[in-house]
């Protein structure tokens, strides 16, 4: 148990942030701008560009010169293989996924955030106050909750309360992401990864910590549906693998599964009736 409050000076040591980046020329800018707090405090901020086509490269090397700051650049798309091979370059205890359209709207009290999950050490992650940008207002995301207790309670929660990329976008514990992380892109995938960290220990939610994000392609199930090649049902394998994450499978976590399954079975057809 630590016991001892560690100072913004060794806060640096233990955390990473990891940004991966294709095309993103009208948010890159912002989101690195959000960062730069971090980075004044020495925390490493590591970001790969996918082969960008769009300008993104031209806005990411005015900030090469950043102390804290390294930048790769690609030289084909590499898919999902950008954000393993950042994860393997951080060698601090936890790391920060950071979308290059997602904005870090205020981290000033990340210390603390930091200094509470080093007393428990059964934390795997935590979540940010996390609020989707629509164009004139915002909204929270489910994901929005602390996931403690037993397996049963945890999962019951995970299930009920899952959001776009449920907690991908948070801090979590670098051996076990680089460990979980998929080896192959799938649809769901990335809530299959907070599912298996979340077996592993407690998930915490921190409200000081401001996350910001646009209302990309996760939040549309028919941008989903082009991108994977499927029409309303998402492949099978979503479900199948959220199964084989839960430590303990009551029929209280089964029917939260299910709910959120369905959910996901009825996102498109909301979306078309809405027309979004």
């Not at 590591?46 to 005015?62: A, E, H, V």
């Not at 954000?83 to 370059?89: C, Y």
């Not at 492949?235 to 599964?257: D, G, M, N, Q, Y």
Request: hydrophobic share 40%; net charge positive.
């Amino acid at each position: 148990m630590i016991n001892e409050n560690k100072t913004w000076n060794e806060i640096k040591d233990f955390i990473t942030v990891i940004v991966p980046v294709y095309n993103a020329v009208n948010t890159i800018s912002k989101c690195i701008d959000s960062l730069l707090f971090l980075e004044k405090k020495g925390v490493r901020i590591i970001i790969s560009d996918n082969n960008s086509n769009d300008g993104t490269q031209n806005i990411l090397s005015k900030y090469q010169d950043y102390k804290n700051i390294e930048i790769y650049f690609q030289s084909s798309n590499i898919g999902g293989r950008s954000v393993q091979f950042l994860a393997n370059k951080v060698q601090t205890k936890f790391l920060i996924p950071i979308g290059s359209d997602d904005y870090l709207i205020d981290c000033t009290k990340l210390d603390f955030t930091i200094n509470r999950i080093l007393k428990n050490p059964n934390t795997v992650g935590c979540n940010f106050n996390s609020s989707f940008i629509y164009e004139d207002f915002l909204v929270s995301d489910k994901t929005n909750i602390e996931i403690t207790g037993s397996a049963e309670n945890k999962f019951y929660k995970f299930f009920l309360h899952v959001g776009a990329n449920s907690r991908y976008y948070g801090i979590i514990r670098s051996d076990l992401f680089k460990h979980l992380y998929p080896r192959e892109n799938y649809f769901g995938d990335d809530v299959v990864l907070s599912a298996r960290i979340l077996s592993m220990g407690d998930w915490f939610y921190d409200e000081n910590i401001i996350l910001h994000r646009e209302r990309g392609g996760s939040s549309n199930p028919l941008l989903i549906n082009k991108a994977n090649n499927f029409i309303f049902i998402p492949p099978f394998r979503l479900f199948k693998e959220l199964f084989r994450s839960c430590p303990k499978l009551s029929l209280k976590v089964i029917f939260a599964l299910l709910i959120y399954y369905i959910k996901i079975l009825l996102g498109p057809l909301k979306h078309i009736l809405i027309g979004r």
